[in-house]
């Protein structure tokens, strides 16, 4: 019968040519938008329209030229120079130059950006958790943004950066054409839009909960694209992305779920793709909440979660549990006063519950996300798992979800959720970028918990120079989070992606993005 229905649902969908290199995705984008998105799969859509200033070798961390060739930090980090590409233009023909890369830095950064459109729901929120906040704020990183000339600009900062190129260089902040966002106003990034960028790919169409059609820019400054057309399918199902891999209606996927592995492996047509671990799922706890309030409920809690009996069931050997918010290849930057992993024990936790005040138990909402992501493949029966550990020790839950972009978007309105599971997947490769999206006067204002003293460490976090200055500073963030217990780490994973055999040339990033353009399809029917 599941047979029967897959062919009946396959044979609904429209069939691509054989050139046409078909991406099944996690969900559609929130945005199309640079600046003004969080998620993966807007990041993986944005990455092929757009460039960034500063971009990442394959399959790695590190920074090489993006739209600019070069970039040079004055004596103390205070400032920093990029010299830009000359003689590239944008999908719509325009060229970009410094007026372009200024007025792109500026509406995020800016709130008076008269093209901010703040006006009209507009946030930029990244801008705040990795660059400290916007013009004019105590806590803001940038200071100025100045037009050298036509292919140099200077952004000078309030504050010591060593990592500023690396944060410029993530899929959030592609560089898009001032033309078309003045055109389309508001409506800019949305379905009714037409983004805008120099990227290896041109956008076409975006049908709204199916998928986005791209085609290869064939004036591309760098690597051309080598397929005729890139189709990016929101399939928000991790078992129907394989289901359809095994058919062949789609040629590549992330985000499988980690108990496919073995399926996977025994169809000769598919070859398993492991990214590297470079991310945390985590389960967040609101202080707004009057229970979550108390540290002795947030440390029964703590105590109450079986992770590692969690991540054996649901991660299939693919993910690895700890106490800290940095995935394994930052681990240099742990504390050696941390546990490794939080202690399970339900009897000391219903003992703390107790000496809280609340003997009898209490009850809480859990919010799950309705998609699957590369740290929580599986978010509603790990959700499960959790309630069942916290109901053991008289917690009552009550699980809850929505849609993801409004998950994303309630997370942070008041009073917010009282506890929900969200991740992160790093954008660059320094403890910053973990601690700083969650954690700091200018982060996710999600938990109301932000003391200054986290705040200051983040700021001499960002102005250390070597690794061993940062990892002074980044052990004292461990031993403080760790402490305060309001985000518990539940895993890292290896997310699990899979392609069939033809596809070749494609290199995952650790980031969990990349471009499209190196890859080929030769041999597909």
Known sequence: MKKLLLTALLSTLPMASAATLVFGGNGEPVSLEPGNITDGISILVQRQIYDTLVDFKDGTTDIVPGLATRWTPNANNTSWTFTLRKNVKFHDGTPFNADAAVFNLSRWWDKSHPY??????????????????????????????????????????????????????????????????????????????????????????????????????????????????LVIRSIKDASQRLNELKAGTI?????????????????????????????????????????????????????????????????????????SFLPPVLAWANSPKVPADYKFDPAAAKRMLSEAGYPNGLSLDLWYMPVSRPYFPNPKPIAEAIAADLSAIGIKVTLKTEDWAKYLEDRNKEPGFDMYMIGWTGDYGDPDNFYGAYYG???????????????????????????AAKAKIYQQLHEITYNAAYRLPVVHSNPLAAARTYVKGWVPSPLGSEAFNTITITGKK
Do not use: C, H
């Open 116 to 229: 901010g459109f703040r006006d009209q729901g507009r946030t930029f929120e990244i801008v705040g958790e990795l660059l400290g906040g916007y013009k004019g704020d105590a806590t803001a990183v940038i200071k100025n943004i100045v037009k050298v000339n036509d292919s140099t600009i200077r952004i000078d900062l309030n504050k010591p950066s060593s990592v500023l190129p690396n944060v410029l260089a993530a899929g959030y902040f592609g560089i898009a054409s001032p033309t078309a966002i003045r055109k389309d106003g508001a409506k800019y990034g949305t379905p009714a839009s037409k983004p805008i960028g120099t990227g290896p790919f041109i956008f076409q169409s975006w049908r709204t909960g199916d998928r986005v059609t791209l085609s290869p820019n064939k004036t591309y400054w760098g690597t051309k694209a080598k397929v005729d057309a």
């Open 251 to 323: 040629d590549f996927a992330n985000d499988l779920t980690p108990d496919s592995l073995k399926s996977v492996q025994a169809d000769r047509n598919l070859v398993a793709v492991k990214r590297p671990s470079f991310n945390v799922g985590f389960l967040s706890l609101n202080n707004r909440n009057q229970y979550l309030k108390n540290d002795k409920v947030r440390q029964a809690i703590s105590m109450a979660i079986n992770k590692k009996a969690i991540v054996d069931a649901f991660w299939n050997g693919l993910g690895t549990s700890n106490a």
């Open 441 to 467: 006067a200018n982060a996710s204002d999600d938990i109301n918990w932000n003391p200054a003293g986290v705040e200051t460490l983040l700021q001499q976090g960002r102005a250390a120079a070597t690794q």
